[in-house]
Structure formats: structure tokens, C-alpha cells
């Protein structure tokens, strides 16, 4: 019951790059985006037009209370401050990939003024990021779940107005590094709102990467009663390595889209315990294995996760990547 094609969005330049704490030059994300797109990839998730004025919530030491583990995944979302100058380049990133034609470049914009510097930078898709957690909304976007909502449903207007496709995402679906477990209903709560504004895909993030199928399975099950499973991908993070298993299952339930980061990019370099998306090499190998179609050229995106590791100077989090590199 397989899909026999899987959409693969890579969300490495924005998702993992937003989190390493030495900038990385434009021109290093632009041609890291080249590659990906060289390799097949037809959706890259370029950068992200967030408050370059943002200031965590919450406190660190708020979060230390709950887990030292869960505090270190949530220094890689809140507390590296300078993920605000890593993204304060989105124009240039926009205009550096604008010659290239056979793929789409989502970003994300969190309100009108993401979405208008966006636009203006000549950006066709866009993102908003909504969360299933009350705790999480407020230390990642400064408000409520309905709050963000109702920022959104203006983001959404807009964007459609002039035919901009807008991509939903919903953090923390099966835990939330404040709260623990999260109840499918809250998911299921926002992906039915996020739709009903006019989202055209919804991503389910596992956030910290927590979720087994034990716990994606349900949250699914929920959300598919009220959204239709072709409008939905998953978003796993790799922390406790559950993610492979976890898109798995998500397939065997209908699901075709999938996000992914190259060489797993993604977490606080810093933080013990925090990690990023799972690997894009990984997800293909997988999807190779099971005779799905991705496009993906798996050789030519070992290439780009060579070129962009090389630059961090630290090694793949693909397990697939480094085991073909020596064959
Ligand atoms: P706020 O402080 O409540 O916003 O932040 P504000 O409206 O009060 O504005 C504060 C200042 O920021 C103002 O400047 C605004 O103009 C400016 P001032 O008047 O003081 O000079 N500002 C902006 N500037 C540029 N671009 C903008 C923008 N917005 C406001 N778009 C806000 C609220 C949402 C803006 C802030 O909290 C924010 O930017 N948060 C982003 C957090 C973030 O980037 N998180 C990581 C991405 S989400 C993610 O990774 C999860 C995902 O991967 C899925 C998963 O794994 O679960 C998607
Ligand atoms: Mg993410």
C-alpha cells in the first residue's frame, strides 16, 4: 500500500542551517541549493523570513527543569540567538537561486511582514509554522496556538490572492520539550484549521524527534479524519532515531510527501542530544529499497551533503551517505 512516488521536500538549507551558530555565507547556501536541485530534488525549502529582532520566551533554565535532553533540542530551536543572523540574508539567498527554473522554493514567513518581504525578494511559495503545543507556540512565535492562527488566516488571505501556495506546518505533533506527550486531538485541531485558511499541504513535525509509530500512527489516524491524506507530509526530526520507522508507517497510511534535510543537517552543534531532520541520502536509500520513485539521484546528493559538511567542517549525520562512500 506504498505510494509509487514520494515528494521529498529538503528542508536542509532552511531547517538545518537555521541552527548552526557560524553564519554560513550566501554564497555557500546558494550553491548547496544548486546541488540539491542537481541531484532531483523539485522542492527546496530555501530560507526563512523570520524577526531578525526575535527573543526567546522562554528560559533556558525554565526548560532545564524538564529534561536536560529536551532543554538542548530547545537551546537549537530558542536559545542559539544567532539563528536570526544565520536567516538575515533570505533576500540574497532568494536572489542568488532565481535563475533556476525546475524547482519550487517554499520559505517560511510567520506574519504579513515575512510574507511582504518575501514577495517583494520574488518568492512564489511560502510557509506559515503553526505548533500543536500551547508552550512550544509561545517560546517559538511569541503567542497562542490561536493567536498564530488568526496571523495566519491574514498570511493565508493574502498569499492566495495572488495564487502564492501556502504550506502548513505544525510542530511538536507527538511531544513538546515543555509539555510531554501531545494529544492527537490538538494536532488534528490545527491541521483542520491550517486547511480550512487555506494551507495546500500540511507538514507534521516531530519537532524533537521523540515519536515512534507507536505514537505517529495515532496522531495520523486523527488527522486524517479531518484533513485528507493527500494534503499532508511528515516532518521528522532523527533525535532518538526513530524517523525512518516513523515514515514507514507514515506511508502505509497514505502519506506521499516527506521532508527531509541532506546529510541530516539540522540541530544545535553545541546542544548534546539534538538533532536535525533525518537524513534526505537516508530517506532515498529507504525509498530506493522499496522501489519508490523520488527523482533523487542518490550519488549526485551524497555530492551535496560532501559540499556543505566540508564547509561545517563536521561529518554526515547519514548513515546511508557515509556507508556508500565506502563501497
Ligand atoms: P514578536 O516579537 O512577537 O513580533 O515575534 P512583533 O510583531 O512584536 O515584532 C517584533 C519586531 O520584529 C518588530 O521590530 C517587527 O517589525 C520585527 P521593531 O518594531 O521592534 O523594530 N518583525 C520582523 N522583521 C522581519 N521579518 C519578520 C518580522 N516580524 C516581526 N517576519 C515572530 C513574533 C513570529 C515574528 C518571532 O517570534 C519570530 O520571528 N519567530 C520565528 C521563530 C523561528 O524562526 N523558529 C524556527 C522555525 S520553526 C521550525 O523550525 C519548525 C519546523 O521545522 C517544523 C518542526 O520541526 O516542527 C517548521
Ligand atoms: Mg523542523
Same mark, same amino acid.
Given at each position: ?5 514520494? $515528494? ?6 532552511? *531547517?538545518? @542551517? ?27 525549502? +530555501?530560507?526563512?523570513?523570520?524577526? /531578525? $529582532? ?8 525554565? +526548560? ?7 532543554? #538542548? ?13 544565520? @536567516? ?9 537561486? $532565481? ?12 506574519? @504579513? ?21 500551547? #508552550? ?12 498564530? @492562527? ?11 490572492? =495572488?495564487?502564492?501556495?501556502?504550506? &502548513? ?35 507534521? !513535525?516531530?519537532?524533537? &524527534? ?7 500512527? /495515532? ?18 526530526? *532523527?533525535?532518538?532515531?526513530?524517523? %525512518? ?5 507514515? %506511508? ?8 527531509? #534535510?541532506?546529510? !541530516? ?13 533525518? +537524513? ?9 529499497? %522499496? &522501489? ?8 549526485? =546528493?551524497? =555530492? ?8 561545517? &567542517?563536521? /561529518? ?6 557515509? +556507508? =556508500?562512500?565506502?563501497?
Amino acid at each position: 500500500n506504498i505510494p509509487k512516488y514520494v $515528494k521529498i521536500v529538503e528542508v536542509g538549507p532552511r *531547517d538545518g @542551517l537555521q541552527n548552526e551558530k557560524d553564519i554560513v555565507p550566501t554564497a555557500v547556501k546558494v550553491e548547496l541549493i544548486k546541488m540539491l536541485v542537481n541531484s532531483g530534488l523539485q522542492v527546496v525549502e +530555501a530560507t526563512s523570513f523570520v524577526s /531578525p $529582532k526575535w527573543v526567546p520566551q522562554v528560559t533556558i533554565k525554565e +526548560a532545564f527543569i524538564h529534561n536536560i535532553i529536551k532543554m #538542548s533540542i530547545f537551546c537549537s530551536f530558542n536559545g542559539c540567538q544567532n539563528s536570526k543572523l544565520q @536567516l538575515a540574508d533570505a533576500k540574497d539567498v532568494i536572489k542568488g537561486i $532565481k535563475g533556476i527554473s525546475n524547482a519550487r522554493f517554499p520559505v517560511l514567513t510567520p506574519n @504579513l511582514k515575512g510574507l511582504e518581504a518575501a514577495l517583494a525578494a520574488g518568492v512564489k511559495e511560502v510557509a506559515v509554522f503553526a505548533a500543536a503545543s500551547e #508552550s512550544f507556540s509561545r517560546s517559538n512565535i511569541n503567542c497562542s496556538i490561536d493567536e498564530s @492562527l488568526a496571523r495566519y488566516r491574514d498570511v493565508a488571505s493574502a498569499a492566495r490572492k =495572488l495564487f502564492i501556495p501556502v504550506r &502548513g506546518y505544525i510542530s511538536c505533533v507527538v511531544g513538546c520539550p515543555m509539555e510531554g506527550e501531545v494529544h492527537p486531538s490538538k494536532v488534528a485541531y490545527v491541521a483542520e484549521e491550517l486547511v480550512k485558511m487555506g494551507c495546500d499541504e500540511i507538514s507534521l !513535525g516531530d519537532t524533537i &524527534g521523540v515519536g515512534t509509530p507507536g505514537s505517529v500512527i /495515532p496522531m495520523i489516524e486523527a488527522v486524517k479524519k479531518v484533513v485528507p491524506i493527500e494534503k499532508l507530509a511528515v516532518h521528522f526530526h *532523527d533525535t532518538y532515531g526513530q524517523a %525512518l520507522s516513523n515514515i514507514l508507517v507514515s %506511508l502505509q497510511m497514505g502519506i506521499s510527501v516527506v521532508d527531509s #534535510s541532506v546529510s !541530516g543537517l539540522g540541530g544545535c552543534p553545541y546542544a548534546k542530544g539534538a538533532t536535525g531532520n533525518v +537524513a534526505t541520502e537516508d530517506v532515498v536509500y529507504m525509498l530506493n529499497g %522499496l &522501489g519508490v520513485k523520488t527523482n533523487v539521484d542518490l550519488r549526485k =546528493l551524497i =555530492l551535496a551533503g560532501d559540499f556543505i559538511r566540508k564547509h561545517l &567542517g563536521r /561529518p554526515s549525520e547519514s548513515k546511508a551517505a557515509t +556507508a =556508500l562512500k565506502k563501497t
